[in-house]
C-alpha cells in the first residue's frame, strides 16, 4: 500500500513531466523555426549590407577620381591662364617694340641675323665657287699651297740666264722637331794616325 502509494505519486509525477516535456518541445519546436526563419532573414540582411557596402566604395573609389582629375583639370586651368596672360604680355611688348621699329622679341632677333649670316656666307661661298670655276676654265695649272717655295733653277754665272736644276734639285733639309732634344750629339773620335 505504502509502495503503491509511491508508485501512483511517481506515476503522476512522470505524467506531469512528460505533459511539461511536450510543452517545452513544442515551444522549443517554435522557437527553433523562428531562429531558422530569423537566422535565413539575417543572412539576407547581411547578404544586402555586404552589397550596400561594396556599392558604397565602388562610388567612393569614383568620387575620389572624379575629385583628383577635377583637382587635375583645375592644376592645368591655372597653368594655362598664367600661359596665356604671359603670351599676352609678349604679344603686347612685340607690338610695343615693333612700333619703335625694333625686332619684336630678341629670339627674333638672333634668328633674323643668324639667317643673314647664312646669307653672306652662302654669297660667300657662291662667289669662292664661282672664282675656283674661272681659275678652272682659264686653265691655270698653279698648285694652291701654303708650301714654302723652292727655287726649281739657278743662274749660272757665265750665262746670266736661269737654268733649270732638273731632277737633282738642292736638298733642303727640314727644321729639327721637338724630340731632336732627347738625342745627344754625337762625339767624334779623334783619329790616330
Known sequence: SQ???????????????????EEITSLSDRLRGQAAEGRADTLDLAK??????????AVTRKLMAT???????QATGIKLAA??????????????????????????????????????????????????QKVHEEG???????????????????IGIPKPYGSYAPFKPQEPGSTMRHIRKPQPKEVVI
Open 48 to 57: 544586402k549590407v555586404n552589397d550596400y557596402q561594396s556599392r558604397i566604395r
Open 3 to 21: 509502495l503503491e502509494e509511491r508508485l501512483n505519486d511517481k506515476k503522476e509525477q512522470l505524467l506531469e513531466k512528460e505533459l511539461i516535456l
Open 140 to 158: 691655270v695649272d698653279a698648285v694652291a699651297t701654303t708650301a714654302e717655295t723652292r727655287p726649281n733653277a739657278y743662274i749660272p754665272e757665265d
Open 67 to 73: 575629385i583628383s582629375e577635377l583637382s587635375m583639370y
Open 83 to 132: 600661359e596665356r596672360d604671359e603670351l599676352g604680355e609678349d604679344v603686347e611688348e612685340a607690338r610695343e617694340r615693333l612700333e619703335a621699329g625694333e625686332a619684336p622679341t630678341a629670339d627674333a632677333e638672333r634668328e633674323w641675323f643668324r639667317r643673314e649670316r647664312e646669307h653672306v656666307t652662302l654669297q660667300l661661298m657662291r662667289e669662292a665657287a664661282k672664282e675656283t
